[in-house]
């Protein structure tokens, strides 16, 4: 690790768990089944959250150098992540000027100076002003100045980049967060693999899994569920967003450090960031997941691993693999959004009418309340 070190919430969090852990629930809650399975709830959440409310992308790694673009389909309209000349991040519209044509196809980097539709050659920089067309002498008297790239309010920071379909987003909260991400090195990351699932389930089930400690050791019992401590667990808030810590099953002494190294290797830290991105930190790797809802019982998860360095060896190489297969292809896939899905048939099918939530579960508690409260 480098010389970096945690922050003051960070360090409250391990204190909190040295002594117990504690999410301050005294009681049971519930939550109404239709928040699942209602399509106008649903339609409710993509007008008033969604299409509100700034949403992580990419993780800057996505974007390593400059004069990189990556097309983004996942949030409904086709969109062009980039990295300009200069280094700055921008989120567009994927779509010409000149008719309408998506610019770039595909899902994978383009590293260019330049991008060319693949109708009528109308050409752009990666800071998505226009600088040519064929045969200019056709077009007279236009104004290159005013066909640039449709460009959506962007804010790249603590190794996160946002964006917002509203013109007004306030961006002040990821702003806030960016110094927990600063602490661990987000932005210095390697991207190591990124894949995205299409999980069968309300975007808001998958939120849940990661709101809670309390499936750890059963649900993932034969994956990571021995590395923790059953129960150990605590967390705070930061405006809508989340920060939890699970105690893993190391020394309780490791609680009180402020080495990062010794405290990863004993906590592992997820951020919950309103509305639908997860960040978790484990002890010598990072998964950010982007959810991006497709209806009310189906979102796309993008799972991006991310590491200190590319491998040098064969050998680094072959663990990262193992890792990677372990979460994405283990805990997340088979696992956690499998869990997902037989929720929300169970759900769908009207044998409860809510669901009941005990006191390690108030995370997912904080997060209907923050749902409700943007409705």
């Given at each position: ?212 400690s309390y499936h750890v050791t059963r649900l993932h019992a034969a994956t990571i569920g021995p590395f923790f401590k059953d ?145």
């Amino acid at each position: 690790m480098n010389a970096r070190v945690p922050t003051e919430g960070q360090l409250a969090l391990a204190a909190q768990l040295a002594a117990g852990g504690s999410r301050g629930a005294t009681g049971i809650t519930y939550v109404d089944a239709s928040a699942y399975v209602s399509e106008a709830r649903y339609a409710a959440e993509q007008q008033r959250i969604f299409a509100r409310h700034p949403l992580v992308i990419a993780p800057s790694a996505l974007l390593p150098e400059p004069n990189m673009a990556v097309p983004h389909d996942g949030f409904g309209k086709p969109m062009l992540v980039t990295r300009d000349k200069d280094g700055a991040a921008h989120v567009f519209l994927n779509v010409c000027q000149h008719r309408g044509t998506r610019l770039v196809e595909g899902c994978e980097a383009v590293k260019s100076p330049r991008l060319v539709c693949p109708y009528h050659a109308w050409t752009y920089k990666l800071d998505g002003s226009l600088t040519g067309m064929p045969r200019p002498e056709t077009f007279p008297g236009l104004d290159k100045s005013a066909h640039g790239l449709k460009r959506l309010p962007t804010f790249e920071a603590g190794g996160l980049i946002w964006f917002a379909f509203d013109e007004d987003a306030d961006f002040a909260g990821p702003e806030t967060l960016a110094h927990d991400f600063e602490a661990f090195d987000l932005a210095g990351q390697h991207l190591f693999r990124r894949r995205t699932h299409d999980v069968k389930a309300n975007w808001k089930l998958i939120m849940d899994a990661f709101l809670e400690s309390y499936h750890v050791t059963r649900l993932h019992a034969a994956t990571i569920g021995p590395f923790f401590k059953d129960g150990v667990t605590t967390a705070d808030t930061i405006g809508p967003h989340q920060r939890s810590a699970v105690g893993r099953d190391s020394a309780h002494e490791a609680l009180s450090s402020s080495d990062w190294a010794v405290l990863r290797g004993a906590i592992t830290y997820t951020y919950q960031m309103f509305p639908g991105t997860v960040l978790i930190v484990s002890p010598d790797y990072i998964n950010l997941m982007v959810l991006m809802p497709q209806a009310v019982d189906r979102v796309l998860v993008e799972d991006f691993m991310l590491i200190p360095e590319p491998p040098a060896t064969e050998k680094a190489l072959a663990h990262w693999e193992k890792s990677w297969n372990l979460l994405d292809g283990g805990v997340f896939a088979s696992e956690d959004f499998r869990a997902a899905e037989l929720g929300q048939q169970g759900l769908a099918s009207g044998a409860i009418d809510r669901m009941t939530l005990g006191t390690l579960e108030l995370g997912v508690r904080n997060f209907h309340d923050a749902v409700e409260g943007a409705l």
